[in-house]
């Protein structure tokens, strides 16, 4: 079974979520355009009812970013790993 | 109802698997000087959610000027979209000119200029696009020098902002075919802190919150389903706990909640807010178990009710269900249940309603009684986008049916209608008819021969074409006026024959004759015309089984390879001579018109 982070990345750019890992970016995710940038950061806020800072979504260019983000946030590891 | 739809409800609803099955489809075109992709999943949760699928196309970022220009560039307009949308801000499309209003301290001629753009390309935009336009208020400009925290800076921001506002609120009136969405009003309501958000303005150009998006949302939904829908005509109100706090039938007239303090307030509030729906032509209605006495004494005797008798159309007082009351209301007022809103604080009762009646909508109280008095705006059931005469007078109209009731118990049905000194006046409609015609077009079930049903721009262009006659009929009696209540729509086909396109009637004048009065003034108007055959067409649903043998009873002939019903013009006219009522004709010919009375 995948993370939950993953997960969310597949069904927000509908995408098989086993093409996706750590390494997954918009360089090398075609369907990872900027308003899809838009709507994974809305999904993130809500999914994990946290605020991201434009410092953090400007971080963010790979899955494993997003998940070290997240750890920070105070999201336990356990949740999306 | 808003409420508990989050944006990742909307959302959700969208990806499950469970999702609702929509009955119809609709397409949209968001076009806007900010990003508005966000909007699209919201707009598609709300009108799925209302059985309505759709399919939402977003143009290019910041070019609301030029796709009214060339909005062909942008849309097909051989097969356009249902409605289009355009959201706009002043700072994003007039910086300069919104500045400099700042630097003079008022709304700068460059600033009026700008907005009169704007207004005039809206105007060529309607003159190509036949839907649905819905655009958006400014918006309190998010500027600086328009902070609302700044302490110190008099009023100028917020006053120069009221100017702008009046004065595109007075230009956009000159367009009534546009729909306005209020979004200032909606921004208030939400809160211009919690409504904003500055981080995704600046990484995305959105100014908004997801969940202040949301209710952008549901705010497009709502004006297209009021286009699509009739609005319910009728709400049925329980009394206990619904009207008044307490049980009248145990706790007495004096023993009931219901006045200046809470929570009798927002029972009284309630009732005020029943009462403005009351004068916009919304019928209401007691469904009550309880002793009649008890229910009466209060609407006759007690001092905080807001709603008297007559302002009930209806009462069903007694110990049956809910579901036969609510029968033999729509029963009594002539409507279908599928226009009835049912509200009561029983979950039971409310249950059982929902199952048995799903056509009906059910309104629980709320728990919460505070929330009492504006629970129902926020459902969007009584959402309509004009109000006609006919609405403002319907309460009036109900009264002077039920003194007809009252005579024609004690008459024959020819002494009835000989007694009622009917007249029915035919006329082709001028501008001022257009929006009570198309409520009628698109809200008229049961006596419509066709059911074809049209936005008011493609009223408009029949009653412009050249091969359209576009006819409406008024009835009066000695109780008063029926208003509005019946259209035809003649179009013209090769060699003077003319194909009744749409017959209409009110249900409230059934059974007067009305009908044949109509059709055989349809006929002296093609014979008027030149022509000489009328062709009849019925395309049956499951509402308007009434009609038909509407034809054959008026002695049309059925042509089996055409599917329509034909008969001579001269012949049909002949139908009024049978008629008790009074008959006039008001045609246009050119910039002359022309009055025949029969």
């Known amino acids: 079974m995948v993370d939950r982070v993953t997960s969310l990345f597949a069904g927000v750019l509908g995408v ?60 336990s590891e356990r949740d999306i790993t | 109802m808003t409420s508990n739809r989050s944006p990742q409800y909307l959302k959700q609803i969208l990806r499950s698997d469970q999702k609702p099955k929509p009955s119809e489809t609709t397409s949209i075109y968001l076009a806007g000087s900010i990003t508005l992709d966000p909007l699209v999943p919201y707009i598609c949760g709300h009108l799925l959610l209302e059985g309505v699928s759709a399919n939402i196309e977003v143009g ?36 300069t000119a919104l500045e400099r209003s700042l630097v003079e301290g008022r709304v700068s001629d460059e600033l009026k200029a700008e907005l009169d753009s ?80 500055a981080r995704k303005w600046y990484m995305y150009r959105q100014p908004y919150r997801e969940s202040f998006l949301a209710e952008i949302a549901w705010m497009i939904s709502r004006i297209i389903l009021a286009q699509k829908r009739s609005p319910r005509k009728c709400i049925v109100l329980d009394c206990d706990n619904t009207l008044w706090g307490g049980i009248v039938g145990e706790d007495g007239i004096t023993g009931i909640q219901l006045g200046e303090d809470f929570p009798g307030r927002a029972y009284r509030d309630f009732q005020s807010l029943l009462k403005h729906l009351y004068h916009r032509g919304i019928l209401l209605a007691i469904a009550s178990k309880n002793n009649s006495e008890d229910v009466f004494n209060v609407f006759d005797k007690h001092d905080a009710m807001v709603l008297r008798r007559e302002h009930i159309a209806c009462f069903e007082i007694g110990w049956d269900s809910k579901v036969e009351s609510l029968k033999r209301i729509a029963d009594a007022l002539n409507i279908g249940t599928d226009s009835l809103v049912f509200v009561d604080d029983n979950k039971k009762e409310v249950d059982e309603v929902e199952q048995r009646l799903p056509e009906v909508a059910c309104l629980l109280v709320p728990d919460e009684i505070a929330f009492l008095p504006e629970f129902l705006g926020a459902t969007g059931l009584f959402d309509q986008m004009q109000l006609t005469e006919e609405d403002r007078n319907r309460s009036r109209m109900i009264q002077a049916e039920q003194m007809r009731e009252t005579k024609k118990s004690s008459l024959t049905e020819e002494e009835f209608k000989s007694s009622l000194d009917l007249k029915v006046s035919v006329f082709e409609v001028e501008p001022q008819h257009i929006a009570r015609v198309t409520q009628l077009v698109n809200k008229t079930n049961q006596f419509n021969l066709t059911t074809i049903r049209r936005s008011q721009s493609e009223i408009e262009e029949l009653a412009r074409s050249a091969e359209h006659r576009v006819f409406a009929t008024e009835v009066t009696d000695k109780y008063g006026e029926y208003g509005l209540v019946g259209v035809a729509i003649l179009a013209q086909r090769e060699a003077g024959a003319w194909l009744i396109d749409t017959l ?16 055989s003034v349809l006929a002296d108007v093609v014979l008027l015309t030149g022509g000489s055959e009328l062709i009849g067409r019925f395309i049956p649903t499951s509402k308007n089984l009434q009609v038909e043998s509407f034809y054959t009873r008026h002695g049309f002939q059925y042509n089996t390879s055409s599917g329509d019903w034909h008969a001579e013009a001269a012949l049909v006219r002949t139908l009024m001579q049978g008629l008790t009522c009074k008959i006039s004709l008001h045609v246009r010919q050119g910039s002359e018109s022309n009055i025949e009375s029969y």
């Open chain 2, 504 to 519: 209409l009637l009110s249900c409230r004048v059934l059974g007067r004759d009305v009908e044949t009065a109509f059709l």
């Open chain 2, 118 to 197: 704007l207004i005039e390309a809206l105007a060529r935009l309607l003159k190509r696009y036949s839907g649905i336009i819905i655009v958006t208020t400014p918006p309190y400009p998010q500027r600086p020098g328009f902070s609302t925290e700044e302490v110190g800076q008099g009023l100028l921001g917020g006053n120069i902002y009221q100017n702008i506002s009046a004065y595109w609120l007075q230009q956009i009136a000159s367009l009534p075919q546009i729909q306005s969405l209020d979004l200032q009003a909606l921004i208030l309501q939400h809160g211009i802190a919690s409504a904003h958000d």
């Open chain 2, 60 to 95: 290019p970022y910041n070019q609301i000027l030029q796709f009214c220009h060339q909005p062909e560039t942008y849309i097909d307009l051989g097969a356009p979209p249902d409605a289009i949308c355009l959201i706009w801000r002043i700072e994003d499309l007039f910086p």
């Open chain 1, 16 to 75: 098989d979520e086993k093409s996706l890992n750590d390494a997954s970016s918009p360089d090398n995710v075609s369907e990872w355009d900027s308003l899809a940038a838009m709507h994974l950061v809305a999904e993130i806020e809500e999914v994990f009812s946290i605020e991201l800072s434009t410092r953090d979504i400007m971080r963010m260019q790979t899955i494993g970013i997003v998940k070290s983000v997240l750890i920070e946030k105070g999201i």
